[in-house]
């Protein structure tokens, strides 16, 4: 059964950082590109950031030169690093496959950006 468990979410001030790690069961991680996604209240999911298995990275504009995506192979776990964040970078954080499975979601971490 594939687990997907994200961590790190918290409370922040504008400007700040946060760090979020995702810890991926081993039948789908060595294999797949990786992504995080984002939703924030009244909003649909979207992509933020990915990784292909090699390494290889994406970002949505809105994230882009503030956050780094990476992957430790040998863990098993995906990172998000945030810098700069904003109040817009409010939501809930998941982790998944990229292009994402419906099944695959887990409960999220919650990230809070105040003014």
């Known amino acids: 059964q594939v687990q997907l468990v994200e961590s790190g979410g918290g409370l922040v001030q504008a400007g700040g950082s946060l760090r979020l790690s995702c810890a991926a069961s081993g039948s789908i991680f060595s294999i797949n590109a990786m992504g995080w996604y984002r939703q924030a209240p009244g909003k649909g999911r979207e992509l933020v950031a990915r990784?292909?298995?090699?390494?290889?990275?994406n970002y949505a504009d809105s994230v882009k030169g503030r956050f780094t995506i990476s992957r430790d192979n040998a863990k098993n776990t995906v990172f998000l690093q945030m810098y700069s964040l904003k109040p817009e970078d409010t939501a809930v954080y998941y982790c998944?496959?990229?292009?994402?499975?419906?099944?695959?979601w887990g409960q999220g971490t919650q990230v809070t950006v105040s003014s």
């Open positions: 998944n496959v990229y292009p994402w499975r419906e099944d695959f």
């Open positions: 990784i292909s298995s090699g390494g290889s990275t």
